[in-house]
Structures are given as C-alpha cells and as structure tokens.
T-cell receptor, first 115, second 111 residues
C-alpha cells in the first residue's frame, strides 16, 4: 500500500484564521480524497482532489471554505478557511491503492483545534 | 441518504473473549471495507469484501459479507489489548470509489 504523510499532524488555531494541510504520497495515485472526522463522529467525505482540475465537492462543502489543490499525482493540500470552533476535527487524506484500486488507504490525519 | 449502521456503538470485553461487530446497509454495496482507528489517529485498512457470501481472515480477525451484500460482520477471536480501538466499516455505494462510513464501534479489551 502507498505510504501517506500529512503535515501538520496537529495544530491549534485562532478563530478567523486559515490553515493549509498537506498530503504527500510516496507513489503516483489517480484519486485522492479529503475527509473530516468531527469529535466522536465518523468520517465524512469533503471532496475528491482532481489532478489538473478543480476538486469535486460533496454536498455541504464548498470551495470557498475548503479550497483544495492537487498540482501533481503525489501531492494535495486542503485549506480550512476562516475557521470557527465548529471546524475542530481530524482531517484525513486518502488515496486509492495501486494494487487494489478499489481500496482507500488513509494518511495519519491532522488534528485541528480552533479556539 | 444512504447510511451504514454499526452495532454495537461500544464494546468492553475481557481479554481472551470473542466478539462480533456488525455493519448494515439498506442498499446493496459495491464494496465493504473494514478499518481500525487508534484514538485520534489515521485509519488502518483491515479487509475488503466485494462478493456476496465472501469471507476473509487475517490473524484473529474474520470478516464476512452476506449474500445480499447488505450486511457485514467482523469477528475477533481470543481478543487482546492490542485489538482495542475504533472499528469502522466503509462502503462504496455507487461504484464511484467514494466511501460512506459507519458510526464506528469503540472496542476496549481488559487485560
């Protein structure tokens, strides 16, 4: 399976600021995804990060709040903009595996606390 | 909207005991995936099930998918403290590689 890293691993931010989370994969992958896991909740898909084109957002998530970049097949960023305490969550990126293309493999997550 | 229901929500067992976690969908699934999450960390892939009636095992963990591809169970034999964590089922609901996730089962194993 692909080795996925995320930066930062955790952060504490002030209300109204923005944070950019990076996701790096050790091999080229076709599909990358960003998820949010709110405290005590399960994972919710934010968007699919598309290489060379705009990300595809799920219902309830918009580009202005969660801009995503994917400049190449191994890297993506998610920005959480104009943060509020409700944005406190774990943010995870995932990729489709090369060997088992139907299986998603997840990064270690970024734990965000907004004060 | 499509949901995955997991049961139980939490489980505390004595070391050495067997346990089962269930994941149920109202619709047929393209694929069912089991993950384990240590508290506050990323997800570790356990198993993927795609065919009705399929069963897979890894070490002391066995997962099954029913014939209708709407329900899966995860069974742990002779549980150990290392099995503790949150178990999540995820499913590809439309063949789009996008997953929805169950609510998770928090497992604690007492030594």
């Amino acid at each position: 399976s692909a080795v996925i890293s995320q930066k930062p691993s955790r952060d504490i931010c002030q209300r109204g600021t923005s944070l950019t989370i990076q996701c790096q994969v050790d091999s080229q992958v076709t599909m990358m995804f960003w998820y949010r896991q709110q405290p005590g909740q399960s994972l919710t898909l934010i968007a699919t990060a598309n290489q060379g084109s705009e990300a595809t957002y799920e219902s309830g998530f918009v580009i202005d709040k969660f801009p995503i970049s994917r400049p190449n097949l191994t890297f993506s960023t998610l920005t959480v903009s104009n943060m509020s305490p409700e944005d406190s969550s774990i943010y995870l990126c995932s990729v489709l595996g090369a060997a088992h293309r139907e299986t998603q493999y997840f990064g270690p997550g970024t734990r965000l606390l907004v004060l | 909207s499509q949901e995955l229901e997991q049961s139980p929500q939490s489980l505390i067992v004595q070391e050495g005991k067997n346990l089962t976690i269930n994941c149920t969908s109202s619709k047929t699934l393209y694929g069912l995936y089991w993950y384990k999450q240590k508290y506050g960390e990323g997800l570790i892939f356990l198993m993927m099930l795609q065919k009705g009636g399929e069963e897979k095992s890894h070490e002391k963990i066995t997962a099954k998918l029913d014939e209708k591809k709407q329900q899966s169970s995860l069974h742990i034999t002779a549980s150990q403290p290392s099995h503790a964590g949150i178990y999540l089922c995820g499913a590809d609901i439309a063949g789009t590689y996008k997953y929805i996730f169950g609510t998770g089962t928090r497992l604690k194993v007492l030594a």
